[in-house]
C-alpha cells in the first residue's frame, strides 16, 4: 500500500534559524496536505498542493510540491516559539481514493 | 461553526471493560473517519464513512473494535473488551465530502479534526 515517510522526526533549532521537514511518497500523489498539531492538541489543516512543482506561502512558511509529485516540504524561515508542533504531510494517491495517508510527522523544538 | 465535537475527552478504564468514544461532525460534512495516534504508529486511519456508510473498516485492528454511524450528525467508536495495548489518542474528523479526487484542489477533501479522546487502559 501507499506509504509516506517523513524526515527528520524530530528536530530542535535555536529561535531565528530556519527549519525544514521532508515527506516521501512511495506513490505518485494526486495532492498533498500539511497539518500542524500544537503539543496537547489535534492536527489542524495548513495548506494543500496539487500541481507538480508548486509552492505556496503563508509568511514565513514555504510549501513545495516536487515536480514527479512524490515529495514535499515545508521550510519555516526564523523560526518563532509559536512554530513548535508536529508537522504532518498527507497524500490522496489516486483517483477515486479517498484515504488521506499520513507521514509519521516531524516534530519541532524552539529553544528561546 | 462548533467544529467537530468528541467525547470524553479523557477516559481511564480498566482492562477487559467497554469503551465508547463520541463524535459529532461538522454540520453538512458528509465523510467521518476515525483515527487512532500512538507514538509508535502515529496516525492510523481505522475507518471511514461516507454518508453514513462504512467504506472501509480494513484499519480497524481487531473484533473488538467496532464503529457506527446512526445519523449523519453522530459516530461512535466501541472498544469491547479493551486492553492495555489500546490506550492511544483517538481522532475524529470529517470532510465535506466523500468524493475528494473528482475536484483535488477544492477544499472538499480537508480534514477537520476533533480535539481528541485520550485513552488510558490499565
Known amino acids: 500500500g501507499q506509504q509516506v515517510m517523513q524526515i527528520p522526526q524530530y528536530q530542535h533549532v535555536q529561535e531565528g534559524e530556519d527549519f525544514t521537514t521532508y515527506c516521501n511518497s512511495s506513490?505518485?500523489?494526486?495532492?498533498i496536505q500539511w497539518y500542524k498539531q500544537r503539543p496537547g492538541g489535534h492536527p489542524v489543516f495548513l495548506i494543500q498542493?496539487?500541481?507538480?512543482?508548486e509552492v505556496k506561502k503563508q509568511k514565513r512558511l514555504t510549501f513545495q510540491f516536487g515536480e514527479a509529485k512524490k515529495n514535499s516540504s515545508l521550510h519555516i524561515t526564523a523560526t518563532q516559539t509559536t512554530d513548535v508542533g508536529t508537522y504532518f504531510c498527507?497524500?490522496?494517491?489516486?483517483?477515486?481514493?479517498?484515504?488521506?495517508?499520513f507521514g509519521k510527522g516531524t516534530k519541532l523544538s524552539v529553544i528561546p | 461553526d462548533a467544529g467537530v465535537i468528541q467525547s470524553p475527552r479523557h477516559e481511564v478504564t480498566e482492562m477487559g471493560q467497554e469503551v465508547t468514544l463520541r463524535c459529532k461532525p461538522i454540520?453538512?460534512?458528509?465523510?467521518l473517519f476515525w483515527y487512532r495516534q500512538t507514538m509508535m504508529r502515529g496516525l492510523e486511519l481505522l475507518i471511514y464513512?461516507?454518508?453514513?456508510?462504512?467504506?472501509?473498516d480494513s484499519g480497524m485492528p481487531e473484533d473488538r473494535f467496532s464503529a457506527k454511524m446512526p445519523n449523519a450528525s453522530f459516530s461512535t467508536l466501541k472498544i469491547q473488551p479493551s486492553e492495555p495495548r489500546d490506550s492511544a489518542v483517538y481522532f475524529c474528523a470529517s470532510s465535506p465530502t466523500g468524493q475528494p479526487l473528482h475536484s483535488p484542489d477544492s477544499g472538499a477533501n480537508v480534514l477537520t479534526f476533533g480535539a481528541g479522546s485520550r485513552l488510558t487502559v490499565l
Open positions: 498542493l496539487v500541481k507538480s512543482g
Open positions: 454540520s453538512g460534512h458528509n465523510s
Open positions: 498527507a497524500g490522496y494517491s489516486g483517483a477515486g481514493s479517498y484515504q488521506l495517508t
Open positions: 506513490t505518485t500523489l494526486s495532492n
Open positions: 464513512f461516507n454518508n453514513n456508510v462504512p467504506i472501509d
